[in-house]
DNA sequence: AACTTTGTAAACAGTT
DNA sequence: CAACTGTTTACAAAGT
């Protein structure tokens, strides 16, 4: 994320009265008749305390994730347990009445960073909190107002900002051709708007941005689980790599970002059917090629995005989204060396309003390198949700090679 | 240095 | 009519 100029607080906060339940596993993707959207936020206790503290100097800093969005996820959730759940079990951190590293730090000073971090602009780009939010709604599309509420709930900063992000939300769904525009429901009476989904070929891209924009921070101290989930012992916390989820928060769409973000597994929370097929390994797999680490989309970007011609379209515009054809491409869209390959693997446009449902993309080729620990950890965290989702068969291999890996380390 | 990505502002049209 | 939504353009900053 760029600087933030000229956020001086001023103007009203529109946080609706956004209150949702987190139903779990499962999201209602169907296109043109997706439900009035339940509700993009959870009803965290996002305590806000906007006094004092530095503005951005801990914009990648553990704390921030600790304290705005891990805890958010950790204490999302109408079930999030009032005690017991230590927030950091498997580093040991704190617990939720002990405030951050009470154990080891001063609770001031946590108090006072907690403070600064909830000033503090979120380390994520407005697309990734576009993306976050769609994930956590339960009928993975929200309308923008919605958006704003999960943004405005999970990341305080913006309630004191300006309504320029607001702008900056719309702009980027305008434009990110990750998210699409989906029609509400017909009979349902409809608020202002459409609602928006992310387009499921982009969610591996935006998933593995996700990481990369969230996870080097936490990588400084981060540990992977000690020891690969059990069904004796489930961990009530898991902590992925500087991530703390709470076994009671975790939904299919946590799972599959992070199952997502193990090589070879994709799994799309749209199709609700089969909402974990885990049996797919030749899925989409997200290229860690360097030159991509800032380009979310899989599919067709490359072909339009002549930056110069800011009108060519993409497969997305042609065939899947109402989109409007001039997008700014390389700006909001994301490219991957990858899109012409899928591409040229699917022979065919999305028709258009193309339906949320998995479309696994033949791909012959291994799209991803990826260093051998991160995958790893990768896999662990994914079994881990996996296994907390009560899905286990197919970590078993992933679990036994990082067993061995372990072992191997030591 | 050129390019890309991202954020921001603004204008505008359409909708509610 | 105001507010909201969605699109588009433009520009700047930062990163690659």
């Known amino acids: 994320m760029g600087p933030i100029i000229g956020m001086s607080p001023d103007k009203k906060t529109e946080i609706p009265g956004m209150q949702e339940e987190r139903t779990g596993l499962r999201g209602v993707c169907g296109v043109g008749t997706l439900?009035?959207?339940?509700?993009?936020?959870?009803?965290?206790?996002?305590?806000?305390?906007?006094?004092?503290g530095n503005e951005d100097e801990e914009l990648t800093n553990l704390n921030w994730l600790h304290e705005n969005l891990l805890q958010n996820f950790t204490l999302g959730g109408p079930e999030a347990q009032p005690s017991g759940s230590p927030l950091f079990d498997i580093e040991g951190d704190y617990g939720p009445n002990q405030g951050p590293s009470s154990s080891s730090s001063s609770s001031s000073h946590s108090r006072g960073r907690e403070r600064d971090s909830l000033k503090s602009k979120p380390p994520f780009s407005f697309s990734?909190?576009?993306?976050?939010?769609?994930e956590q709604s339960p009928s993975k599309s929200l309308p923008v107002k919605e958006i704003y509420g999960w943004i405005l709930e999970h990341f305080p900063y913006f309630s004191n900002a300006p309504t320029g992000w607001k702008n900056s939300v719309r702009h980027n769904l305008s434009l990110n051709k990750c998210f699409r525009k989906v029609e509400r429901s017909l009979g349902k009476a409809s608020g202002k708007g459409s609602l928006w989904c992310v387009d499921p070929e982009y969610r591996p891209n935006l998933m593995q941005a996700?990481?990369?924009?969230h996870?080097?921070?936490?990588?400084?101290?981060?540990?992977?689980?000690a020891s690969p989930p059990s069904a004796s012992s489930p961990p009530r916390h898991l902590f992925l790599q500087g991530c703390s989820f709470k076994e009671s928060d975790i939904?299919?769409?946590?799972?599959?970002?992070?199952?997502?973000?193990?090589?070879?597994?994709?799994?799309?929370?749209c199709n609700s059917d089969s909402p974990l097929d885990l049996s797919r390994?030749?899925?989409?797999?997200?290229?860690?090629?360097?030159?991509?680490?800032?380009?979310?989309?899989?599919?067709?970007?490359?072909?339009?995005?002549?930056?110069?011609?800011?009108?060519?379209?993409?497969?997305?515009?042609?065939?899947?989204?109402?989109?409007?054809q001039s997008r700014r491409a390389?700006?909001?869209?994301?490219?991957?060396?990858?899109?012409s390959d899928l591409w040229d693997e699917r022979g065919v446009h999305q028709t258009s309003r193309r339906p949320l449902?998995?479309?696994?993309?033949?791909?012959?080729?291994?799209?991803?390198?990826?260093?051998?620990?991160l995958d790893e950890e990768l896999k662990e965290a994914a079994g881990s949700l996996l296994h907390l989702a009560g899905i286990r068969s197919y970590m078993e291999g992933s679990k036994r090679t990082v067993k061995s890996t372990k072992l191997n380390r030591k």
């Open 357 to 373: 449902t998995v479309k696994w993309p033949t791909s012959k080729r291994a799209r991803r390198e990826v260093k051998p620990e």
């Open 251 to 269: 939904d299919a769409a946590t799972a599959m970002m992070l199952l997502n973000s193990a090589p070879g597994h994709h799994v799309d929370p």
């Open 330 to 339: 390389g700006s909001e869209g994301f490219h991957s060396d990858e899109d």
């Open 210 to 213: 996700l990481k990369k924009q």
């Open 128 to 134: 990734l909190l576009i993306y976050m939010a769609i």
């Open 35 to 52: 439900p009035e959207a339940e509700c993009a936020s959870s009803p965290l206790a996002t305590s806000v305390d906007r006094t004092g």
């Open 281 to 324: 390994p030749d899925s989409v797999l997200v290229s860690s090629d360097p030159k991509q680490d800032h380009n979310y989309s899989s599919v067709a970007l490359q072909r339009c995005s002549s930056r110069s011609s800011s009108s060519s379209l993409s497969s997305l515009d042609e065939g899947g989204c109402d989109r409007r």
């Open 215 to 225: 996870f080097p921070a936490a990588h400084a101290f981060c540990t992977p689980p």
